[in-house]
């Protein structure tokens, strides 16, 4: 199956263009990320008005690159999948709309893909992955420990009970006069840094459930950044803080591990980390670590996948298709979209 995917859930223009095999290898044949970093940075996070409108600025010339890239015509699409939901319903809608016109115009199934599915999906993009794994989702937007029995076919055991754990990067590295986005500029910062010069608060220590919290991380980091006046201190404190935010990853991970150790087969204990902080150096370290205490192997998507990109879109739109699942044209942009309720379904609207 080769399908055109497409990314509009935030600040990403994104499309791709992924070929499946029957026997589930996965090809990516072109990724086209399109950021609007420069339109949002001056306003020091992402604003849904601008992001709407710059997505119907290029999605048609994003989608056109993705097609050019990947060397092929519409004529060898087998379906086309669109972001539906859950993010900012502005751009939500560009992308839908836009594969509803290829869908309608080529006369192709439309896939209406959840974004977190995508994500859930991406590390397939890397490597052959079978089913079930645990998952932690950990985005911009989520942080979510997840049991992945098969397309669609979530379980999530333990979220976040304030912010995601991107978020928690994002606003302490404001609060260290870091750029947006604040994540990978604070994992820079953070290696010329001391993690062993701050103590920071230890959140939910010793719960029996897998959900996190970081607000008070975030108070504590702000609060100490007020009084810093060299760089070495800076580095210091993102180093604290990412060592902070690792081992609460790690520490609630162990924890899902022994639990979902208790239903599955010692063959069936797959890890894999997945969303934009997945790209940070310092939680793989930790979670790989997890991993090996617990005999469970560690995967995670190539760089390029770990924030948003299109081609997670296209592949988890292919395992849909090839699983005889699409949706109606009418299917709808939605804000808001838990994995674990509705991702079963197509897309809720039409069902
Ligand atoms: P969601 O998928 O929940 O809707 P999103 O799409 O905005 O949210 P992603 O694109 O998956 O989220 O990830 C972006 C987040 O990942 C940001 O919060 C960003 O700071 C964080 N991030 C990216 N790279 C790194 C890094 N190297 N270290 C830490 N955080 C990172
Ligand atoms: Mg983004
Ligand atoms: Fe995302």
């Known amino acids: 199956l080769t399908v055109l995917g497409l990314e509009t859930s935030c600040d990403e223009t994104a499309a791709s263009v992924v070929r499946r095999s029957a026997d589930g290898r996965v ?86 893909v959840n974004h977190l599915e995508g994500h859930a999906v991406s590390a397939r993009l890397g490597a052959e992955i079978a089913y079930p794994f645990l998952l932690l989702l950990v985005s911009g937007g989520h942080c979510q420990l997840l049991e992945v029995g098969g397309v669609g076919a979530c379980k999530r055991l333990g979220t976040t009970i304030d912010d995601a754990a991107g978020e928690a990067f994002d606003k ?23 993690a062993s010069k701050y103590e920071l608060p230890r959140a939910l220590l010793g719960r029996k459930d897998c959900d996190f919290s970081f607000s008070g991380l975030k108070t504590a980091a702000a609060r ?70 617990n005999g469970f192997s560690f995967d995670a998507p190539p760089l390029a996948y770990c924030t948003d990109n299109a081609a997670m879109i296209a592949l988890a739109g292919a395992e849909r298709l090839a699983a005889g699942i699409s949706d109606d044209l009418d299917a709808v942009a939605r804000p808001r979209w838990p994995l674990d309720e509705a991702a079963a379904l197509s897309n809720p609207s039409n069902s």
């Not at 699409?77 to 751009?91: H, K, N, Q, S």
């Not at 591990?257 to 939680?283: C, I, P, S």
């Open 27 to 112: 090809e990516v044949l072109s990724s086209i990320v399109g950021t609007q970093f420069e339109q949002h940075a001056p306003f020091g996070g992402v604003v849904p008005e601008i992001a709407a409108r710059a997505h119907v600025e290029v999605i048609d010339s994003v989608a056109a690159q993705a097609m050019r890239a990947a060397g092929i015509g519409y004529d060898a699409l087998d379906g086309v999948a669109a972001t539906a939901g859950p993010g900012l319903v502005g751009g939500v809608m560009v992308g839908l709309a836009f594969g509803k016109a290829v869908a309608l115009a080529r006369d192709l199934p439309l896939v209406a």
């Open 172 to 194: 302490i590295a404001k609060s260290l006069g870091l750029p947006y986005p604040g994540g990978p500029a604070l994992e820079k910062l953070a290696k010329s840094g001391d």
């Open 224 to 293: 100490i950044a007020a009084t810093l006046t060299t760089d070495q201190q800076r580095a210091d404190l993102a180093a604290a803080v990412q060592f902070a935010i690792a081992r609460q990853l790690s520490e609630r991970t162990d924890r899902a591990m022994k639990l979902y150790a208790e239903g599955h087969a010692a063959g069936e204990r797959r890890f894999v980390v997945a969303g934009g902080v997945a790209a940070n150096g310092a939680v793989r370290a930790a979670l790989l670590k997890v991993c090996e205490a």
